[in-house]
């Protein structure tokens, strides 16, 4: 119990000589969608369809959109079964893919 006390008291002086965080900016999905709009513009005159297909948003965002680097990403972001790049888990990782974003934001 005095450990635990001690702990968090140690915490609390740490916390008072550290410069304070940045807040976190908030993305919503709107500025997701702008962002990745205007990184889609790299690729002109190619148009990527990276609002509805995983291997364009790859693109737009310098991953692997091969069949390995969409099983990786599937495996890492919590996706049942082995990926066979069927539509279903396509769909499914485009959506978490794109909530990571607006969870975490990305830098260009």
Not at 79 to 90: P, R
Request: glycine share 6%.
């Amino acid at each position: 119990m005095i450990l635990c006390d001690l702990y968090k008291l140690i915490r609390f002086a740490i916390s008072l000589l550290l410069p304070p965080e940045k807040p976190k900016r908030e993305w919503t999905m709107e500025d997701v969608h702008a962002a990745l709009t205007e990184k889609a513009k790299a690729f002109l005159p190619t148009v990527l369809a990276w609002d509805t297909s995983i291997v364009d948003l790859c693109k737009v965002l310098d991953l692997n959109p091969g069949l390995a680097g969409r099983a990786d990403m599937y495996r890492r972001a919590g996706g049942l079964g082995a990926y066979e790049g069927t539509s279903e888990q396509n769909i499914w990782l485009h959506n978490q893919v794109m909530e990571s974003l607006a969870k975490h934001g990305f830098a260009d």
